[in-house]
């Protein structure tokens, strides 16, 4: 059974960074394709970014730049390193992973195992 755990949520200055983890158990996140979406209040979830089976990171055009993807297979723990927010990054934020090695079409797949969220909050 899948079970993803995120944390590392909070509320946060704008500029200010934050750290999200996804503490995953019933698969490893070196060989799955991984994901964080978001949830900004009033609208509808979107993705944020996506690293594959092979390392190969996909980011949205607002996390580019900002947000990077990183994975520690010893712990078996997703990371998403959120820097320079912005009160648009105001969201609840998913983990997400599939069952395949690849993340193609990642941003509209139907096949994910998702978590129970964790809210960021960003202050002007």
């Known amino acids: 059974q899948v079970q993803l755990m995120e944390s590392g949520g909070g509320s946060v200055q704008a500029g200010g960074t934050l750290r999200l983890s996804c503490a995953a158990s019933?698969?490893?996140?070196?060989?799955?394709?991984m994901g964080w979406f978001r949830q900004p209040p009033g609208k509808e979830r979107e993705g944020v970014a996506a690293i594959a089976a092979d390392g190969s990171r996909t980011y949205a055009d607002s996390a580019k730049g900002r947000f990077t993807l990183s994975r520690d297979n010893a712990k078996n723990v997703l990371y998403l390193q959120m820097n320079s927010l912005t009160p648009e990054d105001t969201a609840i934020y998913y983990c997400?992973?599939?069952?395949?090695?690849?993340?193609?079409?990642?941003?509209?797949?139907?096949?994910?195992?998702w978590g129970q969220g964790t809210q960021v909050t960003v202050s002007s």
């Open positions: 019933g698969l490893t996140v070196s060989s799955r394709c």
């Open positions: 997400a992973a599939t069952l395949t090695f690849g993340c193609t079409g990642w941003i509209d797949r139907t096949d994910y195992h």
